[in-house]
């Protein structure tokens, strides 16, 4: 039996990439994990993966996947799920805010005001969706005053990297961490924001093959990027470490964490910080 086992954790945008990576990983340590997410069949997005393919592999790596189709930008979908949750499992352990709206154009060079109001969407699927899918997993987490609440953010939370909207997205993330952790405190729920540097996934590799210039940026350069799993390695530390409310509230970076818990990427690499040349988080845990 794994570390987690009989744990019970929601992955949001999980057909692919770092949401697919977190609930492998999560999975590993024999957590049920229900993998949320808008791609349902092959095809339906240029880039592969499915959750029923990610809930397939969380089996295969010795948890249970639940794969449910779930659109963040409706709300009653997201309620659906989390009563889906409630019923089937009568708790909640972590949540891990994922799901993200990346615009196609996000590493164009463009300026704002030339790029399209429809990036607003990085707000609506990305922070206000954030807010509602904690909202409905503290309405599980309070009764059993026991939780853990991962948002995915970035160095993009105080450094510019591609654009206005995805660093207000960024930023208003862990702000919200922040907060809601202040509100969760009382009931024993620990709240954080993690920052991610590159992370290999299929957009990624994709980018960086496609778009000139790409790899030498200093978000994007290949030796500094890790696998999608690593941030779940260090999210299922988190889950297990006994005195984690002395983190919540704050900000970490994903690299950093790992150091403390003696954890390394899917390869044995250890990954490196990026405070000196893309900055310090902002927000640090609660006293």
Not at 69 to 90: I, Y
Not at 107 to 133: C, H, Q, Y
Not at 144 to 155: D, F, H, N, T
Not at 243 to 265: P, Q
Request: proline share 6%; aromatic share 6%.
């Amino acid at each position: 039996m794994g570390a987690l086992s009989g744990r019970v954790a929601v992955v949001t945008g999980a057909s692919r990439g770092i949401g697919k990576g977190i609930a492998l990983a999560l999975a590993e340590h024999g957590a049920t994990v229900y993998v949320t997410g808008r791609t349902v069949s092959g095809g339906e997005h240029p880039l592969p993966g499915t959750i029923g393919e990610t809930a397939a592999e969380c089996e295969r790596r010795g948890g249970r996947g639940v794969a449910v189709p779930v659109d963040h930008g409706r709300d009653d979908e997201v309620a659906a799920l989390f009563d889906r949750v409630r019923a089937e499992q009568g708790r909640l352990d972590i949540l891990v805010n994922n799901a993200f709206s990346l615009p196609e154009d996000l590493t164009d060079p463009a300026p704002f005001w030339e790029k399209p109001l429809s990036n607003w969407e990085m707000v609506d699927i990305g922070v206000r969706s954030n807010f509602v899918a904690a909202r409905y997993a503290a309405a599980l987490m309070v009764p059993r005053e026991s939780g853990l609440i991962v948002a995915i953010s970035g160095y993009t939370g105080i450094a510019y990297t591609y654009g206005v909207v995805f660093g207000t997205a960024k930023s208003a993330v862990d702000r919200m961490a922040r907060d809601m952790a202040v509100e969760l405190k009382p009931f024993g729920i620990a709240s954080i924001s993690l920052w991610q540097g590159l992370t290999m996934t299929e957009r990624a590799e994709r980018n960086l093959a496609t778009v000139p210039g790409l790899a030498g940026q200093a978000a994007t350069t290949p030796a500094h990027g890790c696998s999608p799993e690593y941030p779940g390695r260090v999210i299922a530390a988190l889950a297990q470490d006994p005195a984690l409310m002395r983190r919540t509230g704050g900000t970490f970076i994903t690299a950093e964490l790992a150091g403390e818990y003696g954890i390394t990427d899917i390869d044995g690499r250890e990954i490196p910080s990026l405070r000196e040349t893309r900055g310090a988080p902002i927000w640090a845990p609660i006293p």
